[in-house]
């Protein structure tokens, strides 16, 4: 059964700052691996969509790298802003489970002006 | 981009009553929809697949008579808690895939059963 694990659970850090959140899976028959973000009380934003095939994705601020092999993902958030702050998910996508995503716990993350 | 809305986002209910959500995906259609339930500070937890026309596929340990789910179109899908009661408490939030390449999200429905 895949298990997606994020770590850290939690993250402080001061505004600029570059922000490492990590997300480990235990299969690799993935599709693809998708990064949100949640806000309190509020639905799932999509950050970052990588297929099975890709190793990195980029948009603006945000990199996430992946390797399937290894069954890791890495988001990266440059230059780190208050805004910034919120839950972030990864949730991968596995072949034998058509539509089902798979989501880790999540990182809080606290960016401190 | 794609947008998925839910609608109430909020709703107050008292203990026996049945509550409606609705799920439309407003610029793509959608034949299948997923249905989560998240505990506060936890993960989203899959409950049931919504099928376009079809019968709902529930996850293990979720009772599809108290969580009723209808696909009747290809842009909405509804979740219904019947008879709702305090542990039914929770963050409903549904999803639906755009081209079957990537996942979009409602803004979730914070249901509390009073």
């Known amino acids: 059964k895949q298990e997606v694990t994020q770590i850290p659970a939690a993250l402080s850090v001061p505004e600029g700052e570059n922000l490492v959140l990590n997300c480990s899976f235990t299969d690799s028959a993935i599709y693809n691996l998708q990064w949100f973000r949640q806000d309190p009380g509020k639905g799932l934003t999509s950050l970052l969509l990588i297929q099975s095939s890709q190793r990195e994705q980029t948009s603006g601020r945000l990199n996430a790298s992946l390797d399937k092999s290894s069954g890791r993902s890495t988001l990266y958030i440059a230059a780190s802003q208050p805004g910034d702050s919120a839950t972030y998910l990864c949730?991968?996508?596995?072949?034998?489970?058509?539509?089902?995503?798979?989501f880790g716990a999540g990182t809080q993350v606290v960016v401190t002006p | 981009g794609a947008v998925v809305s839910q609608h109430p986002s909020r709703v107050i209910c008292k203990s026996g009553t049945s509550v409606k959500i609705e799920c439309r995906s407003l610029d793509f259609q959608a034949t299948t929809m997923f249905w989560y339930r998240q505990f506060p500070k936890q993960s989203l937890m899959l409950m049931a697949t919504s099928n376009e026309g079809s019968k709902a596929t529930y996850e293990q340990g979720v009772e599809k008579d108290k969580f009723l789910i209808n696909h009747a179109s290809l842009t909405l899908s509804t979740l219904t808690v019947t008879s709702a009661h305090p542990e039914d408490s929770s963050f409903y939030i549904c999803s639906a895939w755009r081209l079957n390449t990537e996942a979009f999200f409602g803004q979730g429905t914070r249901l509390t059963v009073v």
């Open positions: 949730a991968v996508r596995p072949t034998d489970s058509w539509g089902k995503l798979q």
